[in-house]
């Protein structure tokens, strides 16, 4: 079958959208017919990073399987389903990246999921059944965004009510791990942006404190406000300055075997290198680490839509804005340029 999506057939060239071939689905694969995509920052790295190309693009979608492989047992044609970058079987170290098979102009595409399409050719541990009234535009978010930044906070802090949290950037991952740090009751909720705009969002999702690093040096702030600093701190931008950030504005441990400083968790994309006192390590033992998409597909998506039939984490105030497929290139250029609150999504 051929179907619409955004292709790039070189990383000095515009994105398009043109036709792929998809093939009939291998015994592990299966074909979803989309509804919609989240639009993610990880997506403007991609389109502007040298690399294999024919390349499509997108990673947290929603729809509905019309395919199926013959070993696939945990879906069938017509279920409402989330395609999502983690595997629904836990794994071990890297996932090796394997083409999914669509071709375009007779040449094999790089991408093993890719949601920027009208329909989509998946390995089927990407794909996870949903509840058939699930939000059909909303919830395709719930398959990047909310896993990495609400993940973040429930699965890799495991923030506990009375902690206190720092979130750097109020952009769709960074909202949603401030909802989850509101939702398991931490007693401040501290936002850093450079767009006090953003900030005033934030508060809707449980931001208590917010700091404009164009005017203050948030690390001193946070210091101040906090007196010694958080239990956990988030970086869900991902910029040198920010991943240095988050580490001096935990709280400060010190000797004995129990006397555990905070830690630093890094959600964003990050560069290529940083600066970190070591001390922070061996005097105050601190802790620095990742978070990759820290969730459980299985368990945990059904959860956030429970939660979001129940109002305790609801889709709709973090969707802001919503392009059809031939408008992608817009909506990366206003991603590009700061303009979207929340997450933006492509409705198909």
Not at 21 to 47: A, E, T, W
């Amino acid at each position: 079958m051929f179907t619409k999506a955004v292709i790039q057939t070189d990383h000095k060239q515009e994105p398009f959208i043109g036709e792929l071939s998809l093939p009939n689905p291998d015994f592990n694969q299966v074909i979803v017919k989309l509804y919609s995509s989240g639009i993610c920052h990880s997506q403007l790295h991609q389109i502007a990073k040298p690399g294999n190309r024919p390349q499509v693009f997108g990673h947290e979608g929603l729809g509905v399987v019309t395919h199926i492989g013959k070993n696939v047992d945990h879906v069938k044609e017509g279920d409402l389903v989330i395609v999502t970058w983690v595997p629904r079987n836990p794994i071990k170290g890297r996932p090796n990246v394997i083409p999914c098979g669509a071709t375009y102009n007779d040449e094999l595409v790089h991408g093993q999921v890719f949601t920027w399409a009208e329909d989509a050719l998946i390995f089927a541990d990407y794909v996870v059944k949903i509840p058939d009234d699930s939000p059909k535009d909303l919830g395709c978010i719930v398959g990047c965004a909310v896993l990495t930044g609400a993940g973040a906070v429930m699965n890799t802090a495991k923030v506990k009510r009375g902690n206190t949290v720092a979130v750097f950037g109020a952009g769709g991952v960074g909202l949603s791990a401030i909802k989850m740090a509101s939702i398991l009751e931490a007693s401040k909720v501290i936002v850093v942006d450079i767009d006090q705009a953003k900030l005033d969002f934030a508060k809707k999702f449980g931001a208590t404190d917010l700091i404009n690093a164009s005017e203050y040096d948030p690390v001193e702030k946070i210091i101040e406000i906090t007196e010694g600093g958080v239990d956990f701190s988030f970086d869900a931008i991902g910029i040198k300055i920010t991943n240095e950030q988050i580490l001096p504005i935990t709280v400060s441990g010190g000797p004995g075997a129990d006397n555990h400083g905070g830690m630093a968790v890094l959600i964003g994309m990050p560069g290529n290198e940083m600066t970190i006192d070591p001390g922070h390590f061996m005097y105050n033992q601190r802790i620095y680490r990742g978070s990759l998409g820290a969730t459980y597909p299985q368990k945990d998506f059904e959860m956030f839509f429970q939660w979001h039939k129940e109002g305790i984490f609801p889709l709709d105030q973090f969707v802001t804005k919503k392009y059809k497929l031939e408008d992608f290139n817009q909506a990366c250029k206003d991603l590009r340029e700061h303009k979207i609150f929340g997450r933006s999504i492509i409705e198909f």
